[in-house]
């Protein structure tokens, strides 16, 4: 059995306060448990000061008790099933009034807590309250922080009562109080069954029903998925706390795409992106098929880069990545773009992977990885993505047919070299392979230096086409 406990990182804002309240409760009660483990040898050994242990006795001499609360507990053994035996939990309703059982606790031989479980009246004689009534004791349930015991002291002597019992049951009680609701809401229901014609009072005394519900339990296992969802929660606090990011995705007759990556785009979504497709006037079902998968979709004028620019206005993402329509993002993609910003960097892109079989297409992809960490230089087809602060302050996407990407990035080079994410997106070489590889090699780059030549891009685009 391995039981660990760390709450240093488990706090902040946006935190369930009462899983943090369990946490906490129940890495006090580990640790109070190890302690009296350490000084007696086990918990049963703290409970009955060792030696033979005696069936129906109560241990310890008198019950433990505390006078300001009324707390009390003693523990016994009498049954079979794998326990070494159990603790019984009461507490008064009131000061002064009969005592209310809350809780049995097994143990195992290391006085290792095993299973919970309730008791019907007639078993502890006392005063019986339904659950709604029972539940608020467990917070009368208390005992005082020891004094003048520190990790280090002595074993108690054998029969004086280690006042660290009486704490580490107080934090177990907060750190179980969901399943012990339920297991008193149980033994309500059971008694409801056994009632005859309504007659609780019956049942209360019926013989035959002495646990009318329990649970065996797995502190280690309890301890780590109570662990596990603070840290969901810290995460979920961590996503809302970072910028927002905005994906933004020029389409135009693009039906084939939206039907092979539309799951893609809405597992974006779902990671906490802003997703907007922004259509240039399709005239196939383009439209159709992103609204179906229910997309959200943004009317621009036809040409990337107005479409682009519009996306970029309409966006509310403090990050703005620039996705084509045929370009899938690596599966921690947006997580990489998070981090990639952090730092003094402004703007950056992906290392771009052709899907191809065609060899020389992963030669061509090495070349435009290697000109664009080179140069400063990137291409739409690797993922641009910068700080909306960025994209203002070198005047946004220009309002061009072709080169909108080349245009931007060489502005955002003058506000620093671009964060280079050698995770690479994965675009489609289906240009490539329709026009022949070398073909668009010699057009890619006969265009980039007519562009450099000072040709606009109203008339290269005429030959990209």
Not at 215 to 226: F, M, P, V, Y
Not at 298 to 311: C, D, E, K, M, W
Not at 348 to 369: K, M, Q, T, Y
Request: hydrophobic share 40%; proline share 5%.
């Amino acid at each position: 059995m391995s039981l660990s406990c760390s709450s240093r990182t488990l706090s902040g804002s946006g935190i369930d306060p009462r899983a943090l309240q369990r946490y906490r409760a129940a890495c006090r009660s580990l640790r109070l448990w190890l302690r009296l483990t350490e000084r007696h040898g086990s918990v049963v050994v703290a409970l009955t000061g060792g030696g033979t242990v005696v069936a129906e006795r109560h241990y310890p001499e008198g019950d433990g008790r505390d006078p300001a609360s009324g707390a009390q507990f003693y523990y016994h053994c009498h049954r079979d099933g794998g326990e070494h035996g159990h603790l019984h939990l009461f507490v008064p309703a009131a000061p002064g009034a009969e005592l209310t059982h809350l809780i049995g606790i097994s143990l195992d031989a290391r006085g290792l807590p095993i299973g919970l479980f309730t008791l019907n009246r007639w078993v502890a004689a006392d005063a019986w309250l339904p659950a709604a009534e029972t539940l608020p004791l467990l917070e009368r349930f208390a005992f005082p922080v020891p004094d003048g015991l520190s990790a280090g002291a002595p074993a108690q002597e054998p029969r004086r009562l280690d006042p660290h019992l009486g704490r580490w049951l107080t934090h177990f009680l907060v750190f179980y109080r969901p399943l012990i609701a339920a297991l008193l809401q149980e033994r309500d229901a059971c008694l409801e069954r056994h009632a005859q014609a309504g007659e609780r009072e019956a049942a209360l005394e019926d013989r035959s029903l002495e646990i009318p519900s329990s649970r065996s339990i797995d502190w280690s296992a309890d301890l780590a998925a109570l662990q596990a969802e603070i840290q969901g929660q810290i995460q979920a606090v961590r996503r809302r706390r970072r910028p927002r990011l905005s994906v933004i995705i020029p389409v135009l007759n693009e039906a084939q795409a939206v039907r092979q990556f539309g799951a893609s785009w809405k597992a974006l979504e779902a990671s906490g992106a802003e997703v907007l497709l922004v259509d240039g006037g399709s005239n196939d079902d383009t439209v159709a098929l992103l609204q179906r998968a229910g997309l959200r979709v943004v009317a621009a004028p036809r040409g990337r880069g107005r479409q682009l620019r519009t996306g970029a206005e309409r966006a509310r993402g403090e990050i703005l990545l620039f996705l084509h329509a045929d370009t899938r993002l690596p599966a921690n993609g947006l997580e990489l773009v998070h981090q990639g910003l952090q730092g003094p960097r402004c703007w950056g892109r992906f290392d771009v992977h052709i899907d191809s079989e065609r060899r020389l297409l992963a030669v061509v992809a090495w070349a435009i990885n290697l000109r664009s960490r080179l140069s400063g230089i990137a291409t739409g087809d690797q993922a641009l993505f910068m700080t909306r602060e960025a994209y203002g302050q070198v005047g946004g996407f220009a309002d061009q047919p072709l080169m909108e990407d080349i245009d931007l990035s060489a502005r955002l080079k003058r506000l620093g070299p671009p964060v280079c994410l050698r995770s690479p997106v994965l675009t489609s070489g289906r240009r490539w392979e329709r026009h022949g590889v070398w073909r668009t090699i010699l057009l890619m780059w006969g265009l980039r230096l007519a562009y450099w030549l000072g040709v606009p891009a109203t008339v290269l685009v005429r030959l990209y086409r």
